[in-house]
């Protein structure tokens, strides 16, 4: 079965190349491994089947680096507003999918948008970015494994 | 069937509320404040489910306009909400709507417990 929502080939290697650049940058090291608890999948497939499941998985990986520019794009421009907006949407998808590490960063970033502490939004960017690149291959792996 | 409208713009969100609550009721989806407005004129629901981080026109400005519509005042509304801070819950029931429910919904009985009671 094809993605029906946009072409992840795309997307994603552009958006994990530029995370890997950042990670250099830094000097820092991903680790590997995320607590993706397995049984959402079970839970969204009683709900609305295969299908669901692997939407679901779709959706989130289309969107998220989409939110995750919006922000850094809003810290840039001192837009406030846009990166709590981007990072208010990123704390519900990922705690639909139990993604407890990004909901949390999520949330912090949430309120320090609020408090407009940009340099103290950096460091959990960072996070966020480095947890959602860790998930990227178990989610994709997942998908991959419910169309079969 | 009675009729359910789910105002949201998050399409993971409203894939998810859909996939919930269409066994059950007759499920309308808006994306946006005004979008749902609009619609709500042709397609009175029994219920509205409002998210309040909305483009254009946030969730408490559509609760108002419903409020002061003759034709929509009185339909529960429910504020479908990520705001989970301290004293959000408080704001919002003061602001107008007839209940609170935070995302992400983990447990979708809370969710269709909550829908039941105000249909029942």
């Known amino acids: 079965m094809a993605l029906d929502v946009m072409p992840l080939a795309y997307a994603l290697p552009i958006w994990m190349g530029q995370q890997e650049a950042r990670r250099v940058r830094r000097g820092g090291a991903m680790t590997a491994g995320q607590d993706f608890d397995e049984t959402v999948l079970a839970r969204l497939q009683r709900l609305g089947g295969v299908q669901l499941a692997q939407r679901m998985l779709a959706l989130f990986l289309e969107h998220t680096p989409k939110q995750l520019e919006a922000v850094r794009v809003g810290l840039q421009e001192g837009d406030f507003e846009s990166v709590g907006r981007a990072v208010h949407s990123l704390k519900s998808t990922s705690g639909h999918l139990r993604l407890v590490t990004m909901q949390e960063l999520a949330e912090n970033i949430e309120r320090l948008a609020m408090a407009k502490q940009r340099e103290a939004i950096l460091g959990p960017l960072h996070d966020l970015e480095a947890a959602f690149a860790r998930v990227v291959p178990i989610l994709e792996k997942y998908w991959s494994e419910l169309d079969t | ?120």
């Open chain 2, 1 to 120: 069937m009675r009729k359910i409208a789910i105002v949201e713009d998050n399409p993971d969100n409203l894939l998810l509320f859909r996939a919930m609550l269409e066994d059950l009721y007759e499920v309308t989806t808006y994306e946006t404040g005004l979008e749902a407005l609009r619609g709500f004129q042709d397609d009175k629901p029994d219920l509205i489910l409002l998210d309040i981080s909305l483009p254009e026109m946030d969730g408490t400005e559509v609760l108002r306009r419903i409020e002061t519509d003759p034709v929509l005042r009185g339909i529960p509304v429910i504020a479908l909400t990520a705001h989970a801070m301290a004293g959000d819950r408080e704001a919002f029931l003061a602001a107008g709507f007839d209940e609170y429910i935070t995302k992400p919904i983990i447990d979708e009985h809370i969710l269709l417990d909550t829908i039941a009671r105000f249909l029942a």
